[in-house]
């Protein structure tokens, strides 16, 4: 009996003793883990580390590693054991492929065919003596450039991030301005007497040089497009003008990059009612035939109930549509929200403060 009772005390005991849980362990992301792992290095590793990243990531290491400077051993063991998970499942395809690739295309094509399908489509690479650009300030920019001809101002923009070459290009007289959107838009081939131009800039800036020419990555409308979102309305929209009365087609293919049928997943709801409301459905639903499902839905989310799903079943009558069509149909409903955004109905863009 007492051996029952002893069971039973046991039994409640057990139902009533709390269970305490243990906690889970901080979750540790991508950019915590990568500046635990510097901290690791010894001061000579990890600058050598740092040398070869973008200013923008050493800006992001640096701050991280502030915050996990005090980690303990837990999330040291946690770190490693993802660096090394992650480095077995790395394979060794990309060691070297540039080497790999260029003797392929040699045995292929020739040396001479094969020195022209490169410079076509290999990525293209600043000379390390331009790297200098990407550490440097606007207004420094500004003060090695303002006196040199527009064609080495558009060179040196080419080689700076969009944000950078923005920055630097609201700076410059703005009677410059088109003349140098227009000179990055047509940039293509540059010569190594241009490169070593920059070079000497950046020499009398207490740079170091260096002899290797290079391609620019510039002279694409899409790259003049990333920068003229970021000067603000007024100025893309004066460049803009300038340069149709150029060139009409390089203009309107940079205006076409500047905003496009993707971009309306950034307009808020209202303002894509705004839109929808105004485009007839002929134009939407080949449109949304070629959307993705995420803007497709926000779309359909910013129509009445009714409106949706009547174009919901109009876009099931439908069968497949030409790309050609789709496309056309894309074109015209941004051209519309850029004219409701150029009457002031709407909001567009939002890179800076007074872009509509």
Known sequence: MAEVLEQEDTAVEAVTTP????????????????AILLLLFSEEEAAGILSRLEPDEVQQLSSVMYSVANVGADEINRVLDRFVDRARHRTTVGYRADVQIQAMLTTALGEQRAEAMISRTAPKKAAPSLDALKWMAPKEIVAMIE????????????????????????????????????????????????????????????????SAPVDTGGGTASDVAAIMNLVGKRNSNRMIKALAKRDKTLAGEIQDQMFTFADLITIDAKDLGTVMRSVDNELLIPALKGADAKLKAKILGAMSTRAAQTLEDEMGERGPMPMSEVVEAQKAVVAQARKLADAGDITIGGQSDDYV
């Open 19 to 34: 269970v305490v849980e243990t906690p889970a362990p901080p979750v540790i992301d991508d950019q915590q883990a990568a």
């Open 147 to 210: 006196e040199e001809h527009p064609q080495i101002v558009a060179l040196v923009l080419s080689f700076l991030s969009p944000d950078n070459a923005a920055a630097v290009l609201k700076l410059l007289p703005a009677e410059n301005q088109e003349d140098i959107i227009y000179r990055l838009a047509t940039l293509g081939q540059v010569s190594p007497d241009a490169i070593e131009t920059i070079e000497q800039l950046l020499s009398a800036h207490h740079s170091p040089k260096g």
